[in-house]
């Protein structure tokens, strides 16, 4: 079979089950041939990773505690090795068990009943026992006290209750037991197998990372983490003059040096700056090539905001998650501040269009007319700027697998056999896809109004909203993003499920519709929710690696019907009142859901009722 490498890391990661249809068994994948991914971030790979494994319950013991550049290793799969699981097979005549250790055990039995007499045929058993350990094993059989093994057969009992099952002897017809048996990594006693259509057996653990790379530095020269992440918050915030000439966000967080008290009292008199309201700081950033030191970005910045996530002790998490999300946000939108020869041959750094570039263009709203409505529809949604992005570079990272059950806090994440036998690194399996995106900052002005109309914000204590900087400051500082990264964990504040669900599902309503519009499948379409900036990122899932525009012919010449179809289509599903009226969310795979490639929450926190008003007298976000 031929896959793609996306497909590879989402569904055939090594320990993973699948069916081979064309030879009607499941297999398991038991290794990966691989090849090792070169000009990597290691560092940031492990800061993020490190990041997004605390939820789990082994997350203090090696290798997921205390991750380094030197702890991990990229790699990607050529080629996919797997056997037959389980090797226990079942007569689809008269019920006979068939219990082999190996694949090649079951073979020789030619898919036949080994049982005198009977030439029934076997079919392979959908049974098996999962462990949240991570474990997985296999069904084993009881003999009977009087027969032994000599003819133990398992009695199917109702397709819906496998506690109904049980193994009884041919010849006696005693009942020997139920299909149950122990762990094989932890040997703890499983009461229950699990269905291999169960969904529970395997829940690959993967992250996109936009891999914007650091210029003008070496990666080691940033100190990422806090002082990194507040160097971003305070350019998000209009605190950086980025505009200035030679300033850039990596020679602010490497320039160490702060000017004494005396040598800024020299430098007023000797430029005749007593009397004038420019601060210290503006002197600094004066006589600095780099830009203000670093040291005062932080320490006024920690005096400004204090990060919803870093108020808990989950503080590493948040700002490690804080500074990708605002670093991607500001390349993204704003590009490099610097000299753009550092990155005239860079083919991984992103290149932004506004859309003022094109609704601020004669020549181009002549050849298309239609654009002169762009900012209408944009403002309908409550869409505050647009930019359209080339070489938006991701890396598609799969770093480990938990079985049993999703929820982080009560499984072992699992990892990855090292390919070379190195045990004490961990290998991280990556894809890099360098793809095309549409970035869609979200009013925060609206948010906040929708939050206060539909109680999840209390009108007194709410921000101003005709103030953008105290918005920003106050998304930084209620919305806990350490909550929304674990897709199977639940987001326990009520203000930040609320935010995020908003966002969510407005960014799903649009990719649903923008397929019609651009020619990719929804499956090609792929989302990355920013909801410290707030902002959406919808982009190309480049599951083949060939050239694309569709993000671009979406942006440039389809926004209105775009955004009309996504708010006409959001009012309705097939399943309604069904869908509309479940108390889980108004979501399901008629209206909202997407596929496992293109969702990056499996289709969690979603619902139509945030964006339009419902029966119940929710306030929609889309009819404020």
Wanted: hydrophobic share 35%.
């Amino acid at each position: 079979m031929e896959r793609g490498i996306a497909q590879v890391l989402y569904n055939f990661g090594p320990g993973n089950l699948f069916d081979y249809s064309s030879k009607g068994v499941t297999m398991r994948v038991t290794r990966w041939e691989t090849e090792e991914v070169a000009g990597v971030d290691q560092a940031r790979i492990a800061d993020i990773v490190g990041g997004r494994v605390t939820g789990f319950r082994n997350s203090d013991a090696p290798p997921w505690n205390h991750l380094s550049e030197l702890d991990v290793e990229l790699f990607s799969p050529v080629v996919v090795h797997s056997e037959v699981f389980p090797t226990r097979a079942v007569c689809e005549e008269c019920g006979y068990f068939v219990a082999r250790d190996t694949p090649e055990g079951m073979t020789y039995t030619n898919g036949m009943c080994e049982r005198s007499g009977c030439d029934g045929s076997l079919s392979q058993l959908d049974l098996v026992l999962v462990h949240e350990c991570g474990h997985l094993s296999q069904i084993s059989s009881y003999p009977c006290e009087a027969h032994g093994y000599e003819d133990v057969r398992l009695n199917r009992g109702s397709a819906d209750d496998l506690t109904s099952w049980s193994f009884e002897c041919g010849i006696c017809g005693v009942r020997t037991g139920i299909p149950q048996g122990y762990c094989s990594g932890c040997n703890e006693f499983i009461t229950s197998p699990t269905a291999l259509s169960a969904g529970s057996v395997y829940y690959p653990q993967t992250v996109d990372v936009v891999d914007i790379p650091i210029v003008g530095v070496s990666q080691d020269e940033i100190a990422f983490g806090e002082p990194w992440a507040r160097v971003l918050m305070a350019a998000h915030l209009g605190d950086l003059d980025l505009a200035t000439d030679g300033v850039t966000l990596e020679g602010v967080a490497t320039n160490e040096e702060d000017m004494a008290s005396e040598d800024l009292a020299a430098a007023r008199e000797e430029y005749g700056l007593q009397d004038t309201g420019i601060s210290d700081e503006q002197i600094r950033q004066m006589l600095s090539s780099s830009g203000p030191a670093l040291q005062s970005i932080v320490d006024r910045n920690k005096d400004e905001v204090v990060p919803a996530g870093a108020a808990v002790d989950r503080a590493p998490v948040a700002f490690s998650i804080l500074q990708q999300e605002l670093f991607t946000f500001l390349r993204s939108t704003r590009g490099y501040e610097g000299d753009p020869e550092d990155i005239a041959d860079m083919d991984r750094h992103p290149h932004p269009r506004a859309i003022d570039m094109y609704v601020d263009d004669p020549d181009f709203l002549e050849d298309h007319p239609q654009a002169r409505r762009y900012r209408d529809k944009m403002k309908r949604v409550h869409i505050a700027d647009a930019w359209v992005v080339d070489q938006f570079p991701l890396l598609n990272l799969l770093f480990g697998f938990t079985r049993a059950t999703p929820v982080a806090s009560h499984t072992d994440l699992r990892q990855f056999e090292h390919p070379k036998g190195k045990d004490s690194v961990l290998p991280i399996y990556a894809d890099r896809s360098p793809s095309e995106a549409i970035i869609l900052e979200i009013d925060r002005a609206a948010i906040v109004r929708w939050l206060v109309a539909n109680g999840h914000l209390d009108a007194d204590v709410a921000p101003p909203t005709d103030d953008e900087r105290e918005l920003k400051r106050w998304f930084l500082e209620h919305v806990d993003v350490t909550q929304t990264q674990n897709p199977f964990d639940s987001i326990d504040d009520d203000l930040t499920r609320a935010v995020y669900t908003l966002l969510h599902t407005m960014s799903h309503a649009l990719i649903m519709t923008a397929s019609d519009q651009c020619g990719l499948s929804t499956d090609s379409i792929s989302e990355l929710i920013l909801a410290s900036v707030p902002a959406i990122v919808i982009y190309a899932k480049n599951m083949e690696h060939f050239a694309l525009g569709g993000m671009f012919t979406l942006f440039k010449t389809r926004t209105h019907p775009w955004i009309d179809h996504a708010v006409e289509q959001s009012r309705r599903c097939i399943y309604d009142p069904a869908c509309r009226n479940d108390q889980h969310g108004a979501a399901c795979h008629a209206c909202l859901h997407l596929s496992e490639f293109s969702c990056e929450h499996f289709n969690g926190e979603l619902d139509r009722r945030v964006l339009l008003a419902s029966e119940d007298g929710h306030t929609g976000f889309w009819d404020l």
